[in-house]
C-alpha cells in the first residue's frame, strides 16, 4: 500500500520559513495532481495549494504570496515552501496526491500523516 511521507514540520519563529515535503514511500508512476491542506483543532481542514503534473499551481488567498508550492517529478515528491510565517499559519499540514501507481493503474487519491507546524510569536 503506498504511503504519503510528510516531512519538514516543526516549531519556527513568526516570520520564518519552513519546507514542507511530500514523498510516496514506494516507486510509482506518477503524482498527478498533488495538493496542501492544513488543520488546527475543533476546525475543518482547509485547502491550501496544488500543483498540477504540469506545473500550474493554485493558492488559498490567505497564503498567496507566501507560499510555494512545488514538485520533482522524477523523485515523485511535492514540496510547499513557507515563507513569513504567521501565528496563525500554526496547524497540521496534510499532503494529498493522485496517484498513478504504474502506468495502467487508475488515478487513486492518498493523504498523508500530517506533519505539524508551530509557530511562535
Known amino acids: 500500500q503506498v504511503q504519503l511521507v510528510e516531512s519538514g514540520g516543526g516549531l519556527v519563529q513568526a516570520g520564518g520559513s519552513l519546507r514542507l515535503s511530500c514523498k510516496a514511500s514506494?516507486?510509482?508512476?506518477?503524482?498527478?495532481?498533488g495538493a496542501w491542506y492544513r488543520q488546527t483543532p475543533g476546525n475543518q481542514r482547509e485547502w491550501v495549494a496544488s500543483?498540477?503534473?504540469?506545473?500550474?499551481?493554485n493558492y488559498a488567498d490567505s497564503v498567496k504570496g507566501r507560499f510555494a508550492i512545488s514538485r520533482d517529478n522524477a523523485e515523485n515528491t511535492v514540496y510547499l515552501q513557507i515563507n513569513s510565517l504567521k501565528t496563525e499559519d500554526a496547524a497540521v499540514y496534510y499532503c494529498?496526491?493522485?496517484?498513478?501507481?504504474?502506468?495502467?493503474?487508475?488515478?487513486?487519491?492518498?493523504w498523508g500523516q500530517g506533519t505539524k507546524v508551530t509557530v511562535s510569536s
Open positions: 500543483i498540477v503534473i504540469a506545473g500550474a499551481t
Open positions: 514506494e516507486p510509482i508512476f506518477s503524482i498527478n495532481t
Open positions: 494529498n496526491a493522485e496517484i498513478r501507481r504504474t502506468v495502467s493503474s487508475r488515478k487513486e487519491t492518498y
